[in-house]
């Protein structure tokens, strides 16, 4: 693994292998930190500049949590320089650099001002990510001083053969090397059923499949399983999302489609706060 230098708004976590850059906010405590993840997919807000400034003047009044927004590549440099957001990347490739036309490593997510990446959404999965690709891809964001939300979830097909739980702990499992226990790391539980339809899991299957997420993270990471943040994804409105703060193991949300929209991620950064 290389080591990259020189992104600033960070710190350095302690530990052996490469120096990981932990985006200061999430620094000041690694304790299961409260946290809104904003995925745009390929989508931007009709205007960038005012949505950046509506939801940078909130998070600056909510210091509990963390907000960070996954715009777009062509995007990262912008919300990169706005106060009191991180800029995250939606993927990253498997490779350090190379011919891959199209494609943008995790170093050039960095140096484009991210300090997180999104590793193994559900839609990266459908286009061909495997686990082997998922592992790589996060030990990519690792070396370049990223910090990987592992996403994580099962199809409808698995929710009725009763799979959800060792769906999620399989994917964990596959997706977390056992050999990096100072890495920074969240999970994001995204039922791939939920994404986009409107619907979403009651609070006890929510619940259900973050014990399972952290109980195999244990086996990965040991007693650092226990300060781990895990999102919960799909379908996060403003409204859904009141029901889902409840959940003792979930400690934030990523959000989609609600993201786009500057007055919705405020109402859901409140209901996180309060
Ligand atoms: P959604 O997407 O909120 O539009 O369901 C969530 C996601 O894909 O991360």
Known sequence: MMAEEGVAGGSRSAGR???????????????RRRMLVGNWKMNQPADVSEYLQQISSRAATLSSISVAIAPPATLL????????????GQDCHKSASGPFTGAVSAALLRHAGASLVLIGHSERR????????VRSKLERAWAAGLTPIL?????MADVQRGLVGSRVAAQVLAGVPEDEPSAPLIVAYEPVWAIGT????????????AAAIRQALRKRISIR???TTILYGGSVTPTSVLA?????DIDGFLVGSASL????????????AS
């Open 151 to 155: 996403c994580v979830g099962e199809t």
């Open 261 to 272: 929209s500057a007055s919705d991620i405020v109402s859901i950064m409140e209901a996180i």
């Open 126 to 133: 459908a286009e061909g990510d495997t686990d082997q690709t």
């Open 198 to 209: 409107g619907r979403t899991p009651t609070q006890e299957e929510v619940g259900a499949a």
């Open 77 to 88: 440099a912008q919300i990169s320089r706005s106060r009191d957001i991180l800029a995250a």
């Open 17 to 31: 292998g490469p120096a990981f850059l932990v985006p200061d906010q999430l620094e000041r405590s690694r304790l």
């Open 244 to 248: 889902l703060c409840g959940v003792s």
């Open 225 to 227: 399983a226990e300060q």
